[in-house]
């Protein structure tokens, strides 16, 4: 389904014809490396955009009609766009499978080279070689460009010649090796005499038209570019305490541009070059931020060297832990009813919002492993569908983190204490109030741990234990018991 119009490929020759720029984790026109690389040629440029049933259809099979994310890239395309029909262009949408939507659009606009950032992830590897191979045998060439993270998978080696499995190695050489040079922007600005014009340009398709429904986006969360920049622009004053502030959820210590970062309509070498420029200067929360956007190479790096990852653990003894199956106990932690209020407020705010503060991923992906006994590949799924900054590398590095199976991992014998984690990061119950308001009542002291208030506290509260508010599905003590026998397969032999 072609959804613009666009120039006859006859003004252009095929010799002269202009360069399509094939936008999928990078929707923005600045600082943008092929536009940048497509625009070094001479050539005029064009924009398009495709829909891909491939990655859409799913989600229409798991009943995600009103996908956040999508709302997330369609207003965002909304106002590139918009920028784009400024300069007398306008953004060429299809609606359909890669491998199908490109070499069409190629050939209505008489393109002689499709230039995209690439994407590391295993599907998106394999879509990239079936397009490529497609429009090689019409003599178009396919330039996949380096873009989405700061050093590329294959820059940076052990002395082995081997990729890097442990983080603290890999962030040392990714400090000593980077040079302003790669934290630079690519290219000038866009002027509109470099792109290509398209004739009677049509609406964008709408949602309804996709076969989804618009998805209402959390009020933090502004759209495209100018959404990026302002929530940079309201970070910066608070970069300097990110690392005192990052883990306490009730705060504003995060960036929260990791939806931008995903979709790349922000560019991570601004965001490194600010964090970078300020470490030098001393600055401990740069420092701790620009080692944040390391962990998005490393993580990337570790999915592109061994993509096996994705279905199975990067330690290869873990794949022989029998997990639980307790389909209640899965229900309870998605639902955010398992009662343990830091862990169930978490979860509610994912599925109420789309978001989870990156301390809650780590309590919430621990309990979840290591407390209920069930397989990491679930919960990273979980993930995989309500996260609106959902990243294949770092959803499954994160996971595999708090499972102990991936490589950096804590030891399986290190488990989060729940109750624990929700008195040192939510003191005063601000979180756990916010998103489980039937504790709201409770002390500060009672509210990580409402099983152990007493009687009158609880009445008082008006909070009856296991109506208003449920049990504990587990017990803590007795979950970290029967964790450690789970692990001991991988030693095989029974802890002592």
């Not at 102990?404 to 109030?433: H, L, M, W």
């Not at 026998?485 to 002592?496: E, G, I, L, T």
Request: aromatic share 10%; net charge neutral; with cysteine.
């Amino acid at each position: 389904m072609t959804i613009m119009s666009i120039p006859s490929p006859q003004s252009a020759s095929r010799a002269q014809g202009p360069h399509l720029i094939w936008l999928r984790r990078d929707l923005r026109l600045t600082d943008h490396t092929a536009l940048h690389h497509a625009m070094g040629h001479g050539a005029r440029v064009a924009f398009g955009f495709v829909f891909d049933t491939d990655i859409l259809q799913p989600l229409l099979q798991q009943g995600a009609k009103a996908d956040r994310r999508l709302t997330f890239i369609h207003q965002s395309l909304c106002g590139l766009d918009q920028a784009l029909r400024r300069m007398g262009s306008a953004l060429l949408v299809e609606h359909g499978r890669a491998a199908d939507c490109i070499p069409r659009l190629v050939a209505r606009i008489g393109a002689r080279a499709v230039y995209a950032s690439r994407d590391y992830e295993p599907g998106a590897v394999q879509r990239d070689a079936e397009v490529a191979g497609l429009l090689a045998a019409t003599g178009v060439e396919f330039h996949g460009v380096h873009d989405q993270i700061l050093l590329q998978p294959d820059a940076l080696l052990t002395s082995q010649g081997k990729p890097y499995s442990v983080f603290t190695p890999y962030k040392n050489a990714w400090l000593k090796r980077v040079r302003p040079e790669d934290l630079a922007p690519r290219g000038t600005a866009l002027q509109p005499h470099q792109l290509l014009p398209v004739v009677a340009p049509q609406p964008l398709p709408s949602l309804d038209e996709l076969g989804f429904e618009a998805a209402a986006l959390p009020a933090g969360l502004p759209a495209g570019t100018s959404g990026a920049e302002a929530l940079f622009a309201d970070f910066l004053p608070r970069m300097d305490a990110y690392a005192q502030a990052r883990d306490y959820p009730a705060i504003r210590g995060t960036s929260y541009l990791s939806v931008h970062l995903r979709f790349g309509t922000i560019s991570v070498r601004a965001l490194a070059r600010e964090a970078w420029q300020r470490a030098q200067a001393g600055s401990q929360g740069a420092a701790t931020w620009l080692s944040e956007l390391i962990w998005r190479d490393f993580y990337a790096q570790i999915l592109h060297h061994h993509p096996q990852v994705v279905d199975h653990a990067f330690k290869p003894e873990y794949d022989r832990i029998a997990w639980d199956d307790a389909p209640a106990l899965y229900a309870a932690w998605c639902e955010g009813r398992t009662g343990y209020p830091l862990v169930d407020a978490a979860l509610r705010q994912l599925n109420a919002t789309g978001y989870m503060h990156n301390r809650l991923r780590m309590v919430t992906a621990s309990f979840f492993t290591k407390d209920l006994g069930l397989d990491w590949r679930l919960g990273e799924r979980y993930f995989a569908l309500k996260l609106n900054d959902y990243d294949l590398s770092a959803n499954n590095g994160g996971w595999q983190w708090a499972a102990s199976t991936g490589c950096d991992a804590q030891p399986y014998f290190r488990i989060f204490n729940p109750v624990a984690q929700s008195e040192r990061f939510d003191p005063k119950g601000r979180f756990i109030r916010r998103y489980v308001p039937e504790l709201a009542g409770l002390s500060d002291a009672d509210i990580h741990a409402p099983w152990s208030a007493p009687p009158l506290a609880l009445q008082q509260a008006g909070v009856q234990l296991g109506v208003d508010y449920p049990l504990p599905v587990v017990d803590h003590a007795q979950a970290r018991a029967r964790t450690l026998r789970r692990y001991a397969v991988v030693k095989d032999k029974s802890p002592s």
